[in-house]
């Protein structure tokens, strides 16, 4: 009995090793039980990076979160420094387009850090239908995420479309911080982008003439954003999207609508600044400005600042914007944002019902019952008279 006991002790000994071996070799073995999250299945990336993405999920809510995994053990120390500062700079940044961080950790092992759930932009499928749309929200939102950042004295350095991620809602978000911070040398972000920062064979790198002198530091974001928008624009043309695009800057301007050509070629050949800055001067564009998607989306991000006068006029002429919008962006990002009634008293949620029956009507019946009908019934359960006579109206 005892020589059983002891070849199962044994046996348990060497399982409890094996265990121990593998999750070092993964990265997880030395993660503080403080850890706030559950590392999940890895998921695959179509670029090459220091970095490894794994889904996870929150120990407190089982919210759903992205996690970054950078391991030291085949790293230099040119990338893990990279790495670092991705680390840090992730957790600093607080603004609506910038990926963000929870939470963050430096291990013996390597560098974890946790976002909101996203992928990848070049792994990201537009919704059925929007195939030929270009996502003019998503270039906004990551031109208006870089803007702050430029505003906020950093270079960001690996900007472009392997940097961006997507929410599951379709928001774009920047990431990429390992070569981010402020007084960005031009020269050293050229020869080291490469080894530290994503990589897909065949996608345009940045001419050495960003070097010269009279460009600014900033020129090689300002080239970046060249890049994201021809592929943006490029891939609605083709209908086709990911790492197997293949993106002729030389060419690429006959994509970019005819109202950003002039800021195109600019941005592909940066001069002195003298004051302006160039991505938030694009940001202001008509083209962008007037777009009925980025109108929307401006307007609901500010709603808490707005005056009732104006969220009245703007719910009245919802329905009237809707018509310059995708179903997939209607369904995908518009109703989710009106259906956090939560948000709104009684009577600005009925001006907001027309709008959220007409994008209804386009949902599968069990969407349509699940996510639109509760909203119906609670405002129709309110006593106000004048929310009753809006919705009896509507």
């Known amino acids: 009995a005892d020589l059983v006991l002891s070849q199962r002790g044994c046996a348990l000994l ?8 593998l999750l070092s070799k993964v990265g997880w073995g030395d993660l ?3 850890f706030g999250f559950t590392v999940g299945e890895k998921v695959d990336l179509p670029f090459t990076w220091c970095w490894d993405m794994h889904k996870g999920q929150s120990k407190s809510d089982s919210s759903a979160v992205s996690i970054f ?3 030291k053990k085949d790293l230099d120390p040119a990338q893990v420094m990279a790495a670092k500062n991705a680390e840090q700079i992730s957790k600093s ?30 792994s990201a499928e537009p919704t059925a239908g929007d195939e030929r749309t270009p996502a003019v929200w998503g270039l906004f939102q990551a031109l208006d995420g870089l803007a702050f950042l430029h505003t906020s004295g950093f270079t960001h350095g690996l900007f472009g479309p392997l940097s961006i991620f997507v929410t599951r809602q379709g928001d774009y978000r920047v990431g990429g911080f390992e070569l981010c911070q402020k007084g960005l040398d031009t020269g050293t972000a050229l020869a080291s982008r490469r080894r530290v920062g994503p990589y897909v064979s065949g996608f ?15 020129g090689i974001d300002m080239w970046g954003a060249a890049v994201l928008a021809a592929y943006v624009f490029g891939s609605a043309r083709s209908g086709r999207w990911g790492p197997d695009v293949r993106i002729d800057m030389a060419k690429a301007s006959q994509d970019i609508p005819q109202e950003l050509r002039k800021t195109f070629e600019e941005l592909q050949n940066p001069k002195p600044l003298r004051g302006r800055s160039p991505i938030a001067d694009a940001t202001a564009l008509p ?16 709603l808490q600042i707005k005056s009732p006068e104006e969220k009245e006029a703007f719910f009245e002429g919802l329905p009237n914007l809707l018509e310059g919008l995708s179903k997939g962006v209607q369904t995908r990002q518009v109703l989710p944002e009106l259906l956090a009634a939560q948000r ?22 069990d969407e349509f019952r699940d996510k639109v009908a509760p909203l119906v019934a609670q405002l ?11 919705l009896l109206t509507s």
């Open 14 to 21: 060497t399982l409890a090793t094996m265990f121990k071996n």
């Open 32 to 34: 503080p039980s403080s």
């Open 69 to 71: 995994v950078c391991g």
């Open 93 to 122: 940044l607080r603004h609506p387009n910038v990926l963000r961080a929870f939470s963050s950790i430096e291990v013996e092992s390597g560098f974890y850090v946790v976002t909101e759930e996203v992928m990848p932009l070049l």
């Open 204 to 218: 345009p790198e940045p001419a050495r003439t960003l070097e010269q002198g009279g460009v600014p530091s900033i």
């Open 287 to 302: 083209y962008f400005q007037k777009n009925a998607a980025v109108q929307v989306f401006s307007f609901l991000a500010s």
């Open 344 to 365: 709104f008293p009684g009577q600005e949620a009925a001006q907001v019902l027309p709008t959220i029956l007409k994008i209804g009507v386009k949902l599968e019946n």
């Open 380 to 390: 129709f359960s309110m006593a106000d008279r004048a929310v009753r006579f809006r």
